[in-house]
């Protein structure tokens, strides 16, 4: 097993390349589902989630070839079986996503029910009950979802209790080959829905609403449809890690491919601690910068929720932040009930943290020192490896599978940038 070794307390410069979105690329790779021809994917990032659901769809019969870096092509006429098995959906959570274009073009199926990050209780019944909304029969059997819609799945007015980003992204491909009109309301606003939503839309499905709260699909009463190559966007909150990378060793670090109004509520945070930042180019394609600040960093105060609020996948790494600032920060997670477990981590790394039920007290400023620790989900792990950039000595970082899960080539890119960084074996 690898671990990550890592000197901390150097100056870092330089550029660094946002890899494309994990989070809109695994729903992409199920959006195939409905394709009648070649779906050509480009800028995926080469990471076991990835690579985890490219198996799955392979697993189902889908033909894939990889035509270069980050390019794939994906052909799910040959697709042969509709069961999603537990040994891969255990491996990651999001393989729920099958459920919704399987059952729309197939009229059945079965899938485990998912595993991936024990960050807390993330129930599919929102998913479920959706689909029977849409006409299907499922029923959770032997630790499976079954699924089945014999006549096609029907248009429906869908009224989401909680947001919820995968149910949503499983409804919009669900209803995409519904008979009628579907209506998603209380649908999630994050940038990956829209973009799976733009992806519908060029295939010449009538969809409204994009990017709104209450998404309209009029849907093609089971034709396949037909998608354009399509390029995954920036990964917002790997952008955001990185620009916590410069902020916590104070460094002037360079972010190249960042969509500016993806990570306004991280920016807008780092400006309040006491960071400038600053966006050129392209609003879909541009040049992210952050500076040193020359004064002591300011103590703050989160709420994480739904997109265009705080993001909970940055949480972690601004508690890591945190430590740095003088005074007492505040951190309410609203999301997921077990999102604090890198606190335990971070205070062997000398964090001071107190929690109170969803609140993280951070008091700052605090010498923290290298040690061994152990990564318990992916966000965690990135602010493992923030803590260990500033710490004095040498810090270990076990368990980095979780890493690997969602950061592209993570210590390259930190070791261009001049962190003493290595991967190494157990």
Do not use: W
Not at 49 to 63: E, S
Not at 305 to 331: H, K, N, R, V, W
Not at 386 to 414: F, M, N, P, Q, W
Request: charged share 20%.
């Amino acid at each position: 097993m690898d671990y990550l070794e890592i000197e901390g307390g150097y100056k870092l410069n330089g550029n660094v390349k946002i890899s494309g979105s994990k989070n809109s690329a695994l729903p992409l790779l199920a959006l195939s589902i409905l394709s009648k021809n070649n779906m050509e994917l480009n800028n995926l990032p080469e990471v076991a989630d990835i690579n985890t659901f490219v198996k799955l769809l392979t697993m189902l019969g889908a033909n894939i070839e990889t035509s270069g870096y980050g390019c794939r092509t994906i052909n799910t006429s040959t697709i042969n079986d509709t069961r999603a098995t537990y040994d891969i959906v255990r491996k990651m959570r999001a393989s729920i996503l099958v459920l919704g274009p399987l059952l729309a073009r197939f009229g059945h199926c079965e899938v485990s029910l998912p595993g991936g990050c024990a960050i807390g209780a993330r129930p599919v019944d929102l998913h479920i009950k959706a689909m029977q909304k849409l006409g299907a029969e499922v029923e959770v059997k032997g630790g499976y979802i079954l699924a089945n819609a014999k006549n096609g799945l029907k248009g429906a007015d869908i009224v989401f209790d909680k947001i919820t980003v995968t149910g949503t992204s499983n409804v919009i491909m669900a209803s995409a080959l519904a008979s009628g009109k579907s209506r998603i309301i209380n649908a999630a606003k994050e940038p990956e829905v829209v973009q799976l939503c733009q992806t519908l839309s060029d295939g010449g499905l009538s969809i409204s609403g994009i990017g709104s709260s209450e998404i309209i699909i009029n849907g093609t009463g089971g034709e396949l449809l037909e998608f354009k190559p399509t390029k995954v966007i920036p990964d917002r909150i790997e952008a955001g890690t990185y620009l916590c990378v410069g902020a916590i060793t104070n460094s002037h670090i360079t972010l190249i491919d960042v969509v500016d109004e993806h990570i306004e509520s991280i920016t807008l945070k780092l400006k309040e601690i006491g960071f400038e930042t600053m966006f050129n180019g392209d609003i879909n394609n541009g040049i992210m910068e952050i500076y040193p600040s020359k004064k002591s960093l300011n103590s703050f105060r989160i709420t994480t929720t739904e997109y265009p609020g705080f993001p909970t996948d940055m949480q972690a790494q601004f508690m890591a932040l945190s430590t740095q600032c003088e005074g007492a920060s505040f951190i309410k997670e609203t999301l997921f009930e077990n999102r604090f477990m890198h606190v335990n981590e971070l205070q062997r790394l000398g964090a001071n943290i107190a929690i109170d039920g969803n609140v993280a007290q951070i008091n700052g400023k605090s010498e923290l020192i290298g040690a061994d620790v152990m990564a318990t989900d992916l966000r965690a792990s990135s602010a493992l490896v923030l803590a260990a950039l500033v710490a004095k000595g040498v810090s270990k970082i076990h368990r980095i599978y979780h890493l690997d899960r969602g950061y592209e080539h993570l210590e390259t890119k930190l070791s261009s940038l001049g962190a003493k960084i290595k991967r190494l074996k157990e």
